[in-house]
């Protein structure tokens, strides 16, 4: 760094930039690394390495072709660099209507944050927010993991029919760890206590040693549309407090999709909600 004495203006030296265009476009998406799911324009390059003009020259283009998301906090990866093939089927909707709640329990719990969606039997990581923790745990956006073994992804198939989920795990059920669920009456066993809690999901070390999650899904009409969790390490994480955050935030998200649901479930279920008061006590659920 050189400082000029007229004016006192600090000038950065100049650095070469990549001969092409594709060498670019591939430093500013491997920016969104899974460390985190938005990053602001300066972000992105100081990651990249590359001026700010052109970073924002080439997130421009990107974002027209569907490659990065231009929306609330930044940019993010897009259906084509999720995988999606262009054509998200509503997911990016979702992640829209869930990223201010996602940042406002990251803010409120200290905790990282994932939204994501059931594909085959996997969980498909469509948004993630997090601290220091974050880069202990190995999701990342775009991703994907076990289902049966994540709390977001527990939730969801709580909500499927039973045949449903002997459908989608057909075959024998990976261990990830000595507390992952490998039978799938074991897993059915599980999903009848997430239905007893009102949907609420508990994951201890099961996908990765060391974490614990508790997890609920967002909920659409026709049945479970997402899974939305909190991860933190499974030696201090108090899930029985953080639990009626992540009810609450599920709930947000449903409604701000399908805002006609509240009144639909006012005349169908008197007396009954997703509202936190339904949930089993805090003391039983940690135990449950």
Same mark, same amino acid.
């Given at each position: ?8 203006? $600090? ?9 092409? =265009?594709?060498?670019? =476009?591939?430093?500013?998406?491997? !920016? ?7 990053? $602001?324009?300066?972000?992105?390059? @100081?990651?990249? %390495? ?6 924002? &020259? ?21 259906? %084509? ?13 979702? &992640? ?12 409120? $719990? *200290? ?28 999701? &990342?956006?775009?991703? %994907? ?6 709390? @977001? ?43 007893? %809690? ?13 974490? !614990? ?6 909920? @659409? ?12 390490? =499974? ?27 509240? @009144? ?6 008197? *007396? ?7 949930? =089993? ?8």
């Amino acid at each position: 760094m050189t400082i000029i004495d007229s004016g006192d203006v $600090t000038r950065v030296p100049k650095r070469d930039l990549p001969p092409s =265009m594709v060498e670019r =476009m591939t430093l500013i998406l491997d !920016a969104f690394d899974g460390r985190a799911s938005r990053l $602001t324009l300066e972000e992105v390059a @100081g990651r990249s %390495r590359l001026p700010r003009s052109t970073v924002h &020259r080439i997130l421009h283009q990107l974002v027209q072709l569907n490659w990065v998301e231009h929306a609330a906090f930044g940019y993010c990866l897009g259906g %084509r660099a999720l995988g999606l093939g262009g054509g998200d089927g509503g997911r990016g909707e979702i &992640r829209a209507a869930a990223a201010p709640l996602l940042h406002e329990l990251h803010l409120q $719990t *200290g905790m990282v944050v994932h939204l994501t969606v059931l594909e085959g039997g996997e969980s498909l990581y469509l948004d993630k927010v997090g601290g220091r923790f974050a880069a202990q745990f190995p999701s &990342r956006v775009g991703g %994907r993991g076990p289902a049966y073994a994540t709390a @977001g992804g527990k939730s969801i198939l709580a909500l499927l029919p039973p045949e449903t989920v002997e459908c989608l795990y057909r075959r024998p059920l990976r261990g990830y760890t000595d507390r992952t669920i490998t039978s799938l009456s074991a897993l059915h066993v599980e999903l009848n206590r997430i239905r007893q %809690r009102n949907g609420l999901a508990l994951e201890r070390g099961e996908s990765v040693r060391g974490v !614990a999650c508790v997890g609920a899904a967002v909920r @659409g009409p026709d049945g479970p549309v997402a899974g939305l969790s909190l991860c933190g390490d =499974m030696r201090t994480a108090r899930l029985e407090r953080v639990a009626p955050l992540v009810v609450d935030a599920a709930r947000e998200v449903s409604l701000s999709l399908y805002p006609d649901q509240e @009144g639909r479930r006012r005349r169908g279920s008197a *007396g009954t909600s997703n509202n936190c008061s339904h949930l =089993m006590p805090a003391d039983r659920l940690v135990r449950a």
